[in-house]
């Protein structure tokens, strides 16, 4: 096959996410995309679409080195694109943290890419490509509620997860990733996705507790404040 044919590598793309949604548009590209889903997940959803998809594993090392070889005799030893997308979250307050499930968040967040890096980027250097890591806006601003020091605020917890998300639409946002990570010089941080500019603006020009004053008002903190000292006096 030419080396017109593009590559590109996407992890964790199970149904419905976002990794699903990047594979089809670099399938829409002319590129050959390449999907990764955990051993255990469904992978109909993609071999329906007739997309190459292999199971890895980020923070099993065998998992992904096995890819690597299957990658190896996919593409001839070519890689354009890689993107780490395999991104599980964890909210919850410090004080009400499971370590464990912390450190299962690092093994997939941090160690994962840096394994997969490590393994594929004589691959990426070989075509002059890029790596695309994709993060989340948790990253910057912190994400309110997850245990048990909220319950004072059980009501406007309540409210919060039945509201109607303004999110960004997934095929969208993977429309604007793919065209970005194609591009012969990508920019290095780029942001895409509903409340991103202001977002961005205040993070770069504002104080650092700057969203702890926002927060504290937004979702009414003092109430929860008010609820433990009162707790405490009756104590």
Not at 68 to 74: M, N, V
Not at 198 to 213: E, G, K, L, N
Request: hydrophobic letters at 40%.
């Amino acid at each position: 096959m030419s080396r017109e044919q593009k590559y590109a590598l996407v992890t964790g793309c199970g149904k419905g996410g976002i990794g699903e949604a990047l594979v089809k548009q670099y399938v829409r590209q002319g590129v050959h995309a390449i999907a990764t889903v955990l051993p255990s997940e469904n992978s109909e959803h993609l071999t329906r679409e007739g997309i190459t998809w292999f199971p890895l594993d980020v923070t099993d090392e065998n998992s992904v080195a096995d890819l690597k070889q299957s990658i190896l005799r996919l593409t001839g030893g070519s890689l354009d694109v890689l993107v780490n997308n395999a991104l599980p979250g964890y909210t919850m307050t410090a004080i009400d943290t499971d370590v464990n499930s912390v450190k299962r968040m690092f093994d997939v967040n941090l160690f994962g890419p840096m394994q997969m890096v490590h393994y594929f980027h004589d691959m990426i250097i070989r075509t002059t490509g890029t790596i695309v890591n994709i993060g989340s806006i948790g990253g910057v601003v912190p994400y309110m509620y997850g245990g048990s020091f909220y319950t004072p605020l059980a009501s406007e917890f309540k409210k919060h997860v039945q509201r109607t998300p303004e999110t960004t639409d997934r095929f969208d946002y993977a429309a604007n990733v793919v065209s970005q990570s194609l591009r012969p010089s990508p920019v290095a941080w780029f942001w895409y996705g509903k409340a991103t500019s202001i977002i961005r603006f205040f993070d770069t020009f504002a104080w650092r507790t700057f969203w702890d004053y926002v927060f504290w008002r937004e979702f009414k903190l003092g109430k929860m404040q008010k609820a433990h000292f009162a707790t405490k006096r009756v104590e």
